[in-house]
C-alpha cells in the first residue's frame, strides 16, 4: 500500500510526524509530495495580517503549488492521496491531481480555519471578506475530500453542524504523541513539586487561569510552577503575572520539541487546557497526550473532548475550565496524595500505551485507507 503525503503541510508539526511515521510503522509506503509555505505555526499567523502580506501570501502559494506539479510528475504510482495539516488550500490542486488518475483523496482537516482565527483568536472579525473567505475554503476542502480526518467527535459535530457538512464522510483520529521521542524517564532524585505547562499561549490554554491557581498556592513554598512558551496573550499574560507579584512562577520563553521530555521529566505535574472557549470545549491538546507518554499525572480542564478519552479520578484529573480556585484544590489533592498520583500516572500512561502511540495512530489511518482501496 502506498501513500502519496501531498501538499505544503508543517513538516516537523507533530501531527504529520506521527501520522507518517504512524503508517510506516504498519507496513505503508509514503512518498512525500512536499513544497514548504511556512516553516512553523507563528509564521503563518503572521502571513494573515495585513493587506500586503496577504499578497505576499498568493504569490507564495501559487509558487509552491507550481513547484508541487513538478514534483507529482516524478511521484510515480500510489494508493491514495493524502493532504497533510495545514493543507485546506491544498485541497483544491490535490482533488484535481487525485483525480486525474481516480485515486481516493484523503483530507486531515485537524481544526478549523474559520473557527482558529475567527471564533478562538479573534484575530479575524466574522464580517470581513477573509473571514467569509476561511468560512468557505473550510467548507469547500473537506467537501473535495473522499475522507476528512478530525482529532475528537466533537471537532466532527462542529464541522457538521457550524460548517454545514452533513454529507461529508469525517474519522475520528487520535492526536497521540511520537512515543519515541515521549516516554518515561528515570524517577525524580530530588523532593521538588513543579507544575508544568507549555504551549502557544493561545486564548483556549487558559493560561490566566493558571496564574491565578498559581496566587491562592502561594502559600504553599513547595510547589512551584514552570510556564514555557510564549504567542498571542504573552503580553496579557506577563500584565497578569507583574500584577499579581507572583513568586512561585518561572517563566521560560521557549524550549525545542526535542527538548520537550526533558522538561516534563523534570515536573510532578502536568497541565493541560483551562480557557474558556468553545474550541476549548472540543479538542484535546498534544500536550496531554505527551505527558501521558511519560507517565505524568495529567490536570486538563474538563470537556465533552476530554471525557471522550480520559476518566477523571483514574487516568487524569479533570476540572472545571476557567476555575482557578478548582485547578488548585485538584493541584493540591495531588501533591497531598502521592498514591493518587502514581495511580492516574500509571493508569494514563496504560491508555497512552492501548491507543495513542504512534503505532496505533497508524493502525487507524491504515484502516481507513484500506476501505477506501478495496472500494476502488
Same mark, same amino acid.
Given at each position: ?148 480526518l478530525l482529532d475528537t467527535n466533537e471537532q466532527i ?13 469525517f474519522h475520528r483520529i487520535w492526536v497521540g504523541a ?12 530530588d523532593d521538588s513539586f513543579v507544575v508544568l505547562f ?15 491557581? +498559581?496566587?491562592? /498556592? ?7 510552577? *514552570?510556564? #514555557?512558551?510564549?504567542?498571542? &496573550?504573552?503580553? @496579557? =499574560?506577563?500584565?497578569? +503575572?507583574?500584577? /499579581? ?7 521560560? *520563553?521557549? #524550549?525545542?520539541?526535542?527538548? &520537550?521530555?526533558? @522538561? =516534563? ?5 502536568? /497541565? ?105
Open positions: 500500500m502506498t501513500v502519496c503525503y501531498f501538499g505544503t503541510y508543517l513538516r516537523d508539526y507533530s501531527r504529520n510526524r506521527i501520522i507518517i511515521k504512524g503508517l510506516k510503522k504498519n507496513d505503508v509506503q509514503i512518498k512525500e509530495c512536499h513544497a514548504e509555505l511556512w516553516s512553523n505555526t507563528k509564521e503563518r499567523l503572521k502571513e494573515f495580517s495585513g493587506f500586503i502580506r496577504k499578497l505576499i501570501l498568493i504569490k507564495r502559494i501559487l509558487s509552491c503549488y507550481v513547484l508541487l506539479i513538478k514534483r507529482y510528475r516524478q511521484i510515480g504510482n500510489y494508493d491514495v492521496m493524502f493532504v497533510g495539516y495545514t493543507g485546506h488550500f491544498d485541497t483544491f490542486l490535490a482533488r484535481f491531481l487525485a483525480g486525474l488518475r481516480r485515486r481516493p483523496l484523503f483530507f486531515d482537516a485537524f481544526v478549523s480555519l474559520y473557527d482558529t482565527f475567527v471564533d478562538d483568536r479573534q484575530l479575524v472579525s466574522s464580517r470581513s471578506l477573509l473571514g467569509r473567505v476561511l468560512r468557505w475554503v473550510d467548507r469547500k476542502s473537506c467537501m473535495l475530500a473522499d475522507k476528512v459535530e462542529y464541522f457538521r453542524k457550524k460548517l454545514a457538512l452533513t454529507d461529508v464522510k511520537e512515543d519515541g521521542l515521549f516516554y518515561p524517564g528515570p524517577e525524580k532524585d507549555y504551549g502557544s499561549l493561545i486564548p483556549l490554554q487558559g493560561a490566566e487561569v493558571i496564574l491565578e491557581a +498559581a496566587k491562592i /498556592l502561594e502559600t504553599h513554598s513547595d510547589i512551584r510552577f *514552570e510556564i #514555557v512558551g510564549s504567542g498571542q &496573550l504573552s503580553k @496579557k =499574560i506577563a500584565a497578569l +503575572a507583574e500584577s /499579581l507579584n507572583l513568586m512561585n512562577v518561572s517563566f521560560i *520563553e521557549w #524550549v525545542d520539541y526535542e527538548k &520537550l521530555p526533558e @522538561k =516534563i521529566g523534570e515536573s510532578e505535574v502536568c /497541565l493541560g487546557i483551562f480557557g474558556n472557549t468553545s474550541k476549548a470545549q472540543r479538542v484535546i491538546p498534544n500536550k496531554v497526550y505527551q505527558a501521558l507518554a511519560m507517565r505524568k499525572p495529567v490536570i486538563t480542564g474538563d470537556s465533552p473532548a476530554a471525557r471522550e478519552a480520559l476518566i477523571h479520578g483514574e487516568n487524569a484529573v479533570l476540572c472545571k475550565m476557567g476555575d482557578p480556585g478548582r485547578l488548585a484544590e485538584a493541584i493540591l489533592s495531588l501533591k497531598k496524595d502521592p498514591l493518587l498520583r502514581r495511580k492516574i500516572a500509571e493508569n494514563g500512561h496504560s491508555l497512552f500505551k492501548s491507543h495513542f502511540t504512534t503505532e496505533k495512530i497508524g493502525r487507524m489511518v491504515k484502516g481507513l485507507i484500506s476501505q477506501s482501496v478495496a472500494c476502488e
